[in-house]
């Protein structure tokens, strides 16, 4: 069924309106009738056709007057989508830019110089090597927003064990929280399933995982809860690190905002995870919040529907 454009649903409105209006004026335009009864006076004959002249008249204003909201609306939101467009792909081109710069910078370097040691060309393919996997990792994460924007309509559903989908990513980072001395306390309970996308539920909490590695600071501790709800899942997922400053917080969801961008970039930071994760989160019929938490740290709160 198509859905009623703002324009059109006003026009709607106001028509019932005053339609209501005019039936119980013509109907009871003598204030002393007290029951329903058959226009028995040409003037009330005269009265309803006035009426409904008007109203007529009043529908046409209202409809091109509704049509005009409809097409400022469309050009107003096409407006901001082409301007979005626009610095969504100039951040890309930013972004791609920098490990470009650097892959070339290094590979031209080793060309130009054959006699270069053993040594120094281990290192500079080294750091190629790891400017091409940032380059792969954005342009991934660029691929799964593209997918969520444009093909949410062909994104598979199947039983997604969420629960299963933590531990195995507790199991894949265990390392990555051993070098940094933080810990991760998994105390989500047995067999949370939802009806979702598998892909993207881990790109959820993986993306999250990855966001306190890089930010929450050594020696941090990350936990993972979760509350049963009639039809879904309410999920915390909080750290006890710096937290955020309060005015970055209502911008963190929002592509490529960096707070720190030298920072970012440093520790491998692709400024789309938590874009990903509120995404993905809306497509599994949920909301997510984010707020500094009283003793220190940071927490994100988030639900998924069961079905």
């Known amino acids: 069924m198509k859905k009623l454009s703002e324009g059109t649903k006003m026009w709607m ?7 209501v209006y005019a039936v119980i004026f013509i109907l009871f335009e003598d204030y002393d009738r007290k029951m329903l009864a058959p226009f ?9 056709l006035f009426s409904l002249v008007v109203m007529a008249g009043l529908a046409l204003l209202l409809h091109r007057y509704a049509c005009h909201m409809d097409e400022r609306i469309s050009r107003e939101q096409a407006e901001k989508e082409n301007r979005m467009r626009r610095e969504l792909t100039q951040n890309i081109s930013h972004e791609l830019k ?6 070339l910078g290094y590979t031209d370097t080793i060309l130009d110089n054959p006699q270069m040691d ?7 393919i080294e750091r190629t090597h790891t400017q091409a996997q940032r380059l792969t990792a954005l342009l991934q994460d660029i691929s799964t927003l593209n997918r969520m924007d444009y093909a949410t309509d062909v994104l598979s559903k199947e039983r997604v064990d969420v629960s299963q989908i933590v531990a195995d990513i507790a ?7 051993r070098q940094k001395g933080m810990t991760l306390h998994n105390c989500l309970p047995h067999n949370i399933i939802i009806q979702g996308n598998t892909s993207l539920v881990y790109s959820i909490f993986r993306n999250l995982t990855d966001n306190a590695l890089c930010y929450a600071g050594e020696g941090t501790t990350v936990e993972i809860a979760a509350d049963e709800q009639p039809d879904s899942w309410h999920f915390t997922f909080q ?3 710096t937290g955020i400053a309060p005015e970055h917080l209502p911008r963190i969801f929002e592509r490529f905002y960096r707070i720190d961008k030298g920072r970012s970039r440093s520790l491998g930071g692709t400024g789309l995870g938590l874009a990903i994760v509120k995404n993905a989160v809306l497509l599994h019929g949920g909301t997510i919040t984010a707020q500094n938490i009283a003793t220190g740290g ?10």
């Open 239 to 241: 750290d006890n690190g």
């Open 40 to 48: 028995d006076e040409v003037s009330d004959w005269h009265l309803l």
């Open 171 to 177: 199991e894949e980072t265990v390392l990555a929280f």
């Open 13 to 19: 409105s106001v028509m019932v309106i005053f339609a």
């Open 98 to 103: 920098t490990p470009v710069a650097s892959i």
């Open 298 to 307: 940071l927490q994100f709160e988030f639900t998924l529907k069961k079905e």
């Open 118 to 124: 053993d040594q120094t060309r281990l290192q500079f």
